[in-house]
């Protein structure tokens, strides 16, 4: 295990699968002590056994609802009373409904927004004084369809565009306060949240997943999908003393997917 984060403080929240659990494990490897939240607490677990058996520093947990403000203050509070620091806040949950637009409902924007856009914007307000005091990290976690409109992904091309743009204005704040800020962009990644996405395109097309997981890769020119591995590693540097001049960026980690020049 290594020691570049020792006795840090990091807050992943939807850390108990995915590109979260592989974040919190990395941190975790490097001597961090991090704190989970998340919805399920049996999933949580899952995450503390896993990170355990690779040789982390055992995660705290926390289950919460954080697309409520009283879910976002729960974990707000357990960071304050239990290790009275906060050196990095990583905003990862959120999982949106794909589909076409005209079967998504008001509930379904609503829920998008509720989760990946105000968790994230709630508990960066929350942590912001904890971070300030530690000249600590902000790393947002959104997605490729921030800059990539789908029709079939609209939810979430909003979401992520809305986090995007804040982000950049958090970062303004972050050069006044000494707090990086800053985004990964992941692309097409292994997780179960991807597996659903396929499945959902999947029904909406009539097509087979096998068929929509291979239309994807081959669409982009990619070699493979994306791994937690992969992103986890940029949080980490873009989370260090080396990456303090970053600030305000965002970082596709999606094989080259991304058509734009930006």
């Not at 503390?48 to 203050?73: K, Q």
């Not at 005091?133 to 939810?155: C, L, M, S, Y």
């Not at 990086?180 to 962009?185: D, F, K």
């Not at 291979?214 to 669409?219: D, I, T, Y």
Request: with cysteine.
């Amino acid at each position: 295990m290594g020691r570049l984060f020792a006795d840090k403080v990091v807050v992943v929240s939807g850390g108990s699968r995915g590109i979260g659990r592989g974040i919190a494990a990395a941190f975790a490897a490097e001597g961090a002590r991090t704190v989970l939240a998340a919805s399920s607490e049996a999933n949580l677990q899952a995450a503390v056994a896993e990170i355990e058996r690779s040789g982390g520093v055992r995660p705290d947990v926390c289950a919460t609802d954080l697309r409520t403000p009283a879910g976002c203050a729960k974990v707000h509070e357990f960071v304050a009373q239990t290790h009275k620091r906060c050196d990095v806040l990583v905003n990862n949950a959120g999982a949106t409904k794909a589909g076409p637009f005209l079967e998504l409902g008001d509930e379904l924007w609503q829920d998008g927004f509720a989760l990946k856009f105000f968790g994230c914007v709630r508990l960066s307000r929350l942590f912001w004084p904890l971070l300030r005091e530690a000249k600590g990290h902000v790393v947002n976690i959104i997605g490729g369809a921030a800059r990539t409109p789908d029709a079939q992904f609209t939810i979430g091309g909003s979401v992520n565009a809305a986090m995007n743009n804040f982000t950049k204005s958090l970062s303004d704040l972050g050069k006044r306060d000494g707090v990086n800020v800053n985004a990964i962009l992941p692309g097409l990644t292994e997780t179960e949240r991807v597996e659903q996405l396929f499945k959902q395109r999947a029904a909406a097309s009539g097509k087979t997943v096998d068929a929509i997981r291979a239309e994807m890769v081959a669409k982009d020119g990619l070699q493979r999908l994306g791994r937690p591995d992969d992103i986890a590693a940029l949080a980490l540097f873009l989370c260090s003393e080396g990456a303090r001049h970053i600030q305000g960026t965002a970082i596709a980690v999606d094989g080259g997917s991304t058509p734009g020049v930006y």
